[in-house]
């Protein structure tokens, strides 16, 4: 199974039976999470399964919707909210401090314009003390940078800079967050510079 997540390009037709094994293990595996009590000692045993790189103090809500949770990197003390989507084939990294709201959407993988069963692959990265908010979709290749604010309902089709407000369909710049702003979101999170 290949790992490099800057080049991937995944053949649907023709999947090994060691990867079908696999996503019909982790689809098994949503499936029970989805079913189970929140905020019971069984949830984050499967929380922690489902995502076996998760930081401590994380948690994710369901339902949640996500194929390939191996491609998923969770930062610590992030919480993402009910409904969330994880189309992590080109793999999804989420540092420390973030927040995702309810139903936003994270997707690093797309379907070949031409091979309809290629799939292709970018990853997505959301950077340190990033809010994205509900109903925002993150799309192939982005880079949310730290301490920004994604607008809900925002598509994100570019990178996002650092210590800025996003929104809208296509996401556009809205403002520079204040150094004191900035500040602010550092000690809330423990972490002062």
Known sequence: M???????????????AEELALAREQAQLLFRFNQTMPMTEEYDQLMHRLFPRMGEGSVVRTPLTVVRPHCVTIGRRVTVMNGALMMAAGGITI??????????????????LVDRMVITCRPVRICRRVWIGAG???????????????????VVTHDVEPNTIV???????????????????????????
Do not use: F, W
């Open 2 to 16: 290949k790992t490099d997540y800057e080049e991937l390009r995944i053949d649907c037709a023709h999947q090994s």
């Open 167 to 193: 929104a809208g369909n296509p996401a556009r710049l809205i403002r520079r967050l204040s150094d004191e702003e900035i500040a602010g979101a550092a000690a809330l999170a423990g972490r002062t510079e």
């Open 136 to 154: 925002a979709t993150i799309l192939p290749g982005v880079t949310v940078g730290e301490n920004s604010v994604v607008g809900a309902g925002s």
């Open 95 to 112: 540092d420390d401090d973030v927040q995702i709201a309810a139903n936003a959407q994270l997707v690093s993988n797309n379907h070949d």
